[in-house]
């Protein structure tokens, strides 16, 4: 069955340091991959996709992530986090191959310190 | 940026009601999903509907839930015979087509007392 791992439960950053959160995957083929962020009480916005093509994808609010089919992963960075970067942060992947429901992982809550 | 959009944001109901959750999906998008977030877990799959039926639905969705497109906007979740159980976030989310991302509603928060 597919699922996906979010290994860091909860990360602590300082304002402008890097960003990496870690997601990998097990899935039959190579699925289509999201990332999305949930502000406290608010819904899940899209922060990027990988469907094909370019493995490094860019996002929106300066997020990246780089597809490596050989680790299965697909791993959510940003050069420079801002205090507004707060929130939690879920992978998600869906079956290229038709109208299939996301699985998520169970998500990394960022912190962001001064 | 056209949005999903759900009603209401935080419903309080006792165990045993019924309770009706709303979601407007974006106009032009034609598969629709609720999903739910258990505090503290992860989102978890509920139900898919396409062309007006059911297309695939998980182990959660049992005989207690249902939904509906009554009319051309509006997408919803009923829960017959609410449990303690049901207390979590539910998100409504639509896609436009195959190969196409999920839109998410901001939730509805139902507390169950």
């Known amino acids: 069955a597919q699922s996906v791992t979010q290994p860091d439960i909860h990360i602590t950053v300082s304002e402008g340091a890097s960003l990496e959160l870690r997601c990998n995957y097990s899935?039959?083929?190579?699925?289509?991959l999201f990332w999305y962020v949930q502000s406290p009480g608010q819904g899940l916005q899209l922060l990027l996709k990988?469907?094909?093509?370019?493995?490094l994808v860019q996002g929106i609010k300066g997020f990246e992530a780089e597809f490596k089919r050989s680790q299965s992963s697909f791993n959510l960075r940003k050069p420079s986090v801002h205090w507004s970067d707060a929130a939690e942060y879920f992978c998600?992947?869906?079956?290229?191959?038709?109208?299939?429901?996301?699985?998520f992982g169970k998500g990394t809550r960022l912190s962001v310190i001064a | 940026e056209p949005e999903v959009t759900q009603t209401p944001s935080h419903q309080v109901t006792q165990m045993g009601q019924e309770v009706i959750l709303r979601c407007v999906p974006i106009?032009?998008?034609?598969?629709f999903y609720w999903y739910r977030q258990i505090l503290g877990q992860k989102v978890e799959f509920l139900v898919s509907?396409?062309?007006?039926?059911?297309?695939?639905k998980s182990e959660i969705f049992d005989d207690q839930f249902s939904v509906e497109r009554p009319d051309g906007s509006n997408f919803t979740l009923k829960i017959r015979s609410t449990k303690l159980e049901d207390s979590a976030m539910y998100f409504c989310?639509?896609?436009?087509?195959?190969?196409?991302?999920?839109?998410f509603g901001d939730g509805t928060r139902l507390s169950i007392l």
């Open positions: 998600a992947v869906v079956s290229p191959s038709g109208n299939t429901p996301l699985v």
């Open positions: 899935y039959g083929a190579t699925p289509y």
């Open positions: 990988y469907f094909s093509g370019d493995t």
């Open positions: 106009s032009n998008h034609l598969y």
């Open positions: 509907f396409y062309n007006n039926e059911i297309s695939e």
């Open positions: 989310a639509s896609c436009q087509g195959i190969n196409q991302p999920q839109h």
